[in-house]
C-alpha cells in the first residue's frame, strides 16, 4: 500500500473515534525502521484504546499488517506498530511531558483532503 494511502487511512481512523491534535511526521532520513510517526491526543484512557483499534482495525481492513500494539495495560500512551508508520495516541498530559513533536523534528506533513480538514497543529 502506498504510504500516502495509508498515513491517510490511519488519520482518517483517529479522527473517526475523535482523536485531536493529529500529526503526522515524515521521519524516512531519520529513521532506518519507519517512514512516518503520527501522534494523537486521547482524553481518557477508555477513548486512547477505541483510537488504536479504530487504527488496528481500519489498517487490517485495508490488507496492512499491524505488527503490534503497546501500552494498552497502563493506558496513558499506547503505540500501534504498522511497520512503516508509528503511531503514539497519548493523554494530552503525557504528550506534553514527552514532546514527541520536539524529537522527531521538522514540519507536519500536510494532508489532502478527502473531505476533512489536514493534520493539526499540537496544543501547547
Same mark, same amino acid.
Given at each position: 500500500?502506498?504510504?500516502?494511502?495509508?498515513?491517510?487511512?490511519?488519520?482518517?481512523?483517529?479522527?473517526?473515534?475523535?482523536?485531536?491534535?493529529?500529526?503526522?511526521?515524515?521521519?524516512?532520513?531519520?529513521?532506518?525502521?519507519?517512514?512516518?510517526?503520527?501522534?494523537?491526543?486521547?482524553?481518557?484512557?477508555?477513548?486512547?484504546?477505541?483510537?488504536?483499534?479504530?487504527? @488496528?482495525?481500519?489498517?487490517?481492513?485495508? !490488507?496492512?499488517?499491524? @505488527?503490534? %500494539?503497546?501500552?494498552?495495560? !497502563? !493506558?496513558?500512551?499506547?503505540?500501534?506498530?504498522?511497520?512503516?508508520?508509528?503511531? &503514539?495516541?497519548? &493523554?494530552?498530559? %503525557? @504528550?506534553? &511531558?514527552?514532546?514527541?513533536?520536539?524529537?522527531?523534528? !521538522?514540519?507536519?506533513?500536510?494532508?489532502?483532503? &478527502?473531505?476533512?480538514?489536514?493534520?493539526? @497543529?499540537?496544543?501547547?
Amino acid at each position: 500500500m502506498d504510504i500516502r494511502k495509508k498515513q491517510r487511512a490511519v488519520v482518517d481512523a483517529l479522527e473517526d473515534v475523535k482523536g485531536h491534535d493529529i500529526l503526522v511526521f515524515n521521519v524516512a532520513r531519520l529513521s532506518p525502521f519507519f517512514e512516518r510517526v503520527v501522534i494523537a491526543s486521547g482524553d481518557s484512557s477508555r477513548q486512547l484504546k477505541a483510537l488504536a483499534d479504530s487504527v @488496528r482495525e481500519r489498517l487490517g481492513a485495508l !490488507g496492512a499488517r499491524v @505488527r503490534g %500494539v503497546e501500552g494498552e495495560a !497502563g !493506558g496513558e500512551w499506547l503505540l500501534v506498530d504498522l511497520g512503516d508508520i508509528i503511531v &503514539h495516541v497519548m &493523554h494530552p498530559a %503525557v @504528550r506534553s &511531558h514527552y514532546n514527541l513533536e520536539e524529537i522527531w523534528g !521538522g514540519k507536519p506533513v500536510k494532508l489532502a483532503g &478527502h473531505g476533512k480538514a489536514p493534520a493539526r @497543529r499540537a496544543r501547547r
